[in-house]
């Protein structure tokens, strides 16, 4: 069984930054791909970024580039998202995903993700 449990998310102003984390409770966390995926209100589920299982390939939404960046400790067994020059629309849940992955091809989508978060609120207020 993996949980993902993310942390980080929170109320700040357009143009500032916020990073997310996300811990897993996998045997072997260098086994899974990882991503972060959003949810705005009235929308469907986005893709936002991915990393490969050894963290040599990532992959971004282009509506993200420039500004956010995923990151992993496989020691921690822990992934984040940095985001930085924040944006109202950037509004969303965010989610942590997993994916049982040994390739290092990452696809900015979210098929294969067999294993999900909570979430954690991010609002950017104008």
């Known amino acids: 069984q993996v949980q993902l449990v993310e942390s980080g998310g929170g109320l700040v102003q357009a143009g500032g930054s916020l990073r997310l984390s996300c811990a897993a409770s996998v045997r072997t966390f260098s086994n899974w791909a990882m991503g972060w995926v959003r949810q705005a209100p009235g929308k469907e589920r986005e893709f936002v970024a991915g990393?490969?299982?050894?963290?040599?390939?990532?992959v971004y939404a282009d509506s993200v580039k420039g500004r956010f960046t995923i990151s992993r400790d496989n020691a921690k067994n822990t992934v984040y998202l940095q985001m930085n020059n924040l944006k109202p629309e950037d509004t969303a849940v965010y989610y942590c995903?997993?994916?049982?992955?040994?390739?290092?091809?990452?696809?900015?989508?979210?098929?294969?993700?067999?294993?999900w978060g909570q979430g954690t609120q991010v609002t950017v207020s104008s």
């Open positions: 995903a997993a994916k049982l992955s040994f390739s290092e091809t990452i696809l900015p989508d979210t098929r294969g993700y067999g294993y």
């Open positions: 990393m490969s299982w050894s963290g040599r390939n990532t």
